[in-house]
């Protein structure tokens, strides 16, 4: 039975990635950041008593931030394949927390590569190691962007990826270690946090048609980003660990929409008119905006044999349909006299 180690396998990619894992007969560990709250939502129904025979997922207390305590997990778990997924990723906090995301971002991938090479000997002989990247990495290159593009980071999130992605090319370079980077471009689905602007009009545009929200407020409607789905993205993560040799890629759809867009698609599929509802705050607005993200992911097709799945509109409905759902929940209580609601917050 094959082993998996997943960092951040609480949020969205991780939830999805230890889903397909566990699919395929993996056995697979997680890395838990403790909080005072739960925050396992996303993998709960993926969870069994770990005193059961048939348990094959088991989750760690851990932080990027912590090297010893990397060390412990990985001479705990022994996997075959490490999937670092953990990340401060929200583009617009990494301004607010700068100094917090590059300690989480670069140097704790730094950490994880050394805890790698401490347990698994110089080389990391046996084992497969994947990096998340993100196309923010790009920032300000002209579209479409591919592994070729120059790098031109436009946050400090970005920053630190890409330090990352230097780090573990240098890793794969310099030790033999077999490590890799997905360049992803943005994916999202009905698990996307809720301060992220897709998961932020989905569930916005549910509440208002049910009475709840009075009004959306958001900042910049023209970025044109390549959307696609989580569940396409981590089937591209696992092939990558399994080419012939390690190599970065590209993933994206190939499609680009703007902010705009994807608010329109939203508010039709309630019967809404955005217009109505949504507000102007620039509270939202990036210091330094990236305007234009669009992936060429033609080497990926090549190498993985990889496409996605889920195309826009799609990806729209079940966003959609899933906060409805939240949302009619969320009325079903009020009904009944109990104080629930939704933060305003978000990206846009």
Do not use: C
Not at 216 to 229: C, E, M, Q, S, V
């Amino acid at each position: 039975m094959k082993r998996a180690l997943i960092t951040g396998i609480t949020g969205q990619d991780g939830s999805y990635l230890a889903e397909l894992l566990l699919d395929q007969g993996y056995e697979v560990h997680g890395v838990v950041r403790r909080a005072s709250t739960f925050t396992t939502d996303r993998i709960d129904h993926l969870y069994k008593d770990p005193h059961k025979e048939d348990a094959r997922l088991f989750l760690h207390y851990g932080d990027m931030t912590d090297g010893p305590g990397l060390r412990r997990i990985l001479e705990e778990a022994r996997p075959d394949e490490v999937y670092n997924l953990a990340a401060q990723s929200h583009v617009r906090v990494s301004f607010d927390q700068p100094e917090y995301t590059v300690d989480v971002d670069g140097l704790g991938t730094l950490r994880l590569l050394e805890a790698i090479r401490d347990v698994h000997g110089r080389d990391g002989a046996g084992l497969r190691f994947y990096q998340a990247g993100t196309s923010e990495m790009f920032g300000a290159a002209p579209p479409p962007q591919n592994e070729a593009t120059r790098f031109e980071p436009r946050s400090p999130y970005a920053a630190a990826k890409v330090m990352a992605y230097h780090l573990v090319r240098n890793y794969r370079e310099a030790y033999g270690l077999f490590a890799v980077t997905g360049i992803l471009f943005n994916h999202e689905s009905e698990r996307r946090g809720e301060t992220f602007v897709t998961r932020k009009i989905t569930r916005a545009a549910t509440r208002i048609k049910l009475g709840l929200q009075d009004t959306l407020y958001l900042g910049n409607l023209d970025a044109i980003r390549d959307w696609g789905h989580a569940e396409d993205y981590v089937r591209a993560m696992h092939r990558m660990l399994h080419q012939d040799e390690p190599r970065d890629l590209v993933i994206a759809t190939g499609e680009a929409y703007s902010v705009r867009d994807f608010l329109t698609r939203t508010f039709e599929r309630l019967d809404l008119d955005w217009h109505d509802y949504v507000a102007f705050d620039p509270r939202y607005l990036r210091p330094t905006e990236v305007e234009h993200l669009h992936g060429d992911a033609s080497r990926a097709r090549e190498a993985l044999g990889w496409e996605p799945q889920i195309g826009i509109d799609e990806l729209v409905a079940r966003m959609v349909d899933h906060d409805l759902e939240l949302a009619r929940q969320e009325r079903t209580l009020r009904d009944a006299g109990h104080a629930v609601g939704a933060r305003e917050s978000g990206d846009a």
